[in-house]
């Protein structure tokens, strides 16, 4: 009963300033912090929102514009984060099939487990991996593949370039949603990573301006 009133407590003072629980740092981070903001446990990086922030509400956008439904049989994450895509899936979306989250950060992936209770959902698989060599080497195939791959702000060169997307494109039945930041990858490079798509002959739709941060690439079999 204590516990609930200080978290309802520091959830509503969250919304005057931000508080922060734990700080620490990873092989790939030199800030991980969790905190409340916005009445909310968030996950952030030194100059990001990583999880269950602005960054959920952005994904959520990419998911509507995907048409997920329950003829879906199964979605992979590419850069988990906290897993905050999952929350949305299973609580606004209402749907249950099996997710597969791929995150290469192993302290990240503990402390999902330690302040986010993933393990509450069913049909949930983390994997600690580089996305990368995953996609490259697993055999199987995903209805829904969601690409929210970041070190810091960086989506880093590897996930732009042709063989990733290659290898991307044959892993997916049916749709890719591709998150990228509007201030770290230039106009430039966005259109570079869609031609390569669209060179492949796959049909792309572009979602501009989400939050004024974001930009997203969907990508779906034709």
Same mark, same amino acid.
């Given at each position: 009963?204590a516990?609930?009133?200080?978290?309802?407590?520091l959830?509503t003072?969250?919304? &005057?300033y931000p508080?922060t629980l734990h700080?620490?740092?990873?092989?790939h981070?030199?800030?991980?912090e969790?905190?409340y =903001?916005n009445?909310k446990?968030?996950l952030?990086?030194?100059?990001? %929102? !990583?999880s269950y922030?602005s960054? +959920?509400?952005?994904?959520k956008?990419?998911?509507?514009?995907l048409?997920?439904?329950?003829?879906? =049989?199964?979605?992979?994450?590419l850069?988990?984060?906290a897993?905050?895509?999952?929350?949305?899936i299973? $609580? %606004?979306? =209402?749907? =249950?099939?099996?997710i597969?989250?791929?995150?290469i950060?192993a302290?990240?992936i503990?402390?999902?487990?330690q !302040?986010?209770?993933l393990?509450?959902? *069913?049909?949930?698989?983390?994997?600690?991996?580089?996305?990368f060599?995953?996609?490259?080497?697993t055999?199987?195939?995903?209805?829904?593949?969601i690409?929210?791959? #970041?070190?810091? %702000?960086?989506?880093p060169? &590897?996930f732009?370039g042709?063989?990733?997307?290659?290898?991307?494109?044959g892993?997916?039945? +049916?749709?890719i949603? #591709?998150?990228?930041?509007?201030?770290t990858?230039s106009?430039?490079?966005?259109? *570079?990573?869609?031609?390569?798509?669209?060179?492949?002959?796959?049909k792309?739709?572009?979602i501009?301006?989400?939050?004024?941060?974001?930009?997203?690439l969907?990508? $779906?079999k034709i």
């Open positions: 009963m516990t609930k009133f200080v978290e309802f407590w959830k003072i969250s919304y &005057i508080i700080t620490t740092q990873s092989n981070h030199e800030t991980l969790i905190g =903001q009445g446990k968030v952030n990086t030194a100059t990001t %929102n !990583y922030g960054l +959920q509400e952005v994904l956008t990419g998911l509507l514009h048409n997920l439904d329950s003829k879906i =049989q199964n979605i992979l994450v850069g988990m984060g897993g905050s895509v999952v929350q949305t299973r $609580e %606004n979306f =209402q749907l =249950q099939m099996p597969t989250l791929v995150d950060d302290k990240i503990e402390l999902t487990e !302040y986010f209770n393990k509450k959902y *069913k049909n949930i698989e983390i994997i600690c991996a580089d996305a060599d995953f996609i490259k080497q055999n199987q195939k995903f209805d829904v593949i690409v929210d791959i #970041f070190i810091e %702000n960086q989506l060169t &590897i732009l042709e063989e990733f997307i290659k290898n991307l494109a892993k997916t039945h +049916q749709k949603l #591709f998150n990228t930041l509007i201030e990858l106009d430039e490079e966005f259109i *570079k990573v869609r031609n390569t798509f669209q060179a492949k002959n796959i792309t739709k572009v501009d301006n989400v939050l004024e941060t974001n930009r997203l969907i990508i $779906e």
